[in-house]
């Protein structure tokens, strides 16, 4: 009886965010303070009744102090094994914002880095989605 209640609810991905946030001098990462750790672009998950556009916002400050203007939905990435917990969809916004990060929330360090002064240890489809963002740009931030 459990198997057939446990296989009348569907598993589905969990929805969240990430926020390339533009500074003067580059973009922002933050450092994970928990595992999988390594640098990453801002974000995390979604609460049930909020917007995407309103995730985005929350936890580029949670995570960086920053208040940020969204300014394009860069793209969705959804590969289940993106991200090494549990499956993910993530919208990944690019944003505006003026003055420093400060880490916060879980990260444990922020910085600005440029397409030339990325760091080594990128988490999750990271990676991939500055190429992406890099390529859009046609440059260097």
Known sequence: MRSEIA???PRNP????????????????????NPPHGWAIPGGFVDYGETVEAAAAREAKEETG?????????????DPSRDPRHHTISAVFVA?????PVADDDAADAGVF?????????????RKI??????????SV
Request: glycine share 8%; net charge negative; charged share 25%.
């Open 96 to 100: 505006s914002a003026t003055g420093q």
């Open 14 to 33: 969990f929805p969240t965010v990430d926020i390339i946030i533009e500074v003067e001098g580059g973009i922002v990462l933050i450092e994970r303070k």
């Open 114 to 126: 440029t397409e030339d002064s990325l760091p080594a240890d990128i988490a999750f489809d990271h």
């Open 130 to 139: 500055l190429e992406h963002y890099f390529k859009s740009r046609g440059s």
């Open 66 to 78: 920053l208040d940020v203007e969204l300014t394009a939905l860069l793209g969705v990435y959804s």
């Open 7 to 9: 296989s009348s609810h």
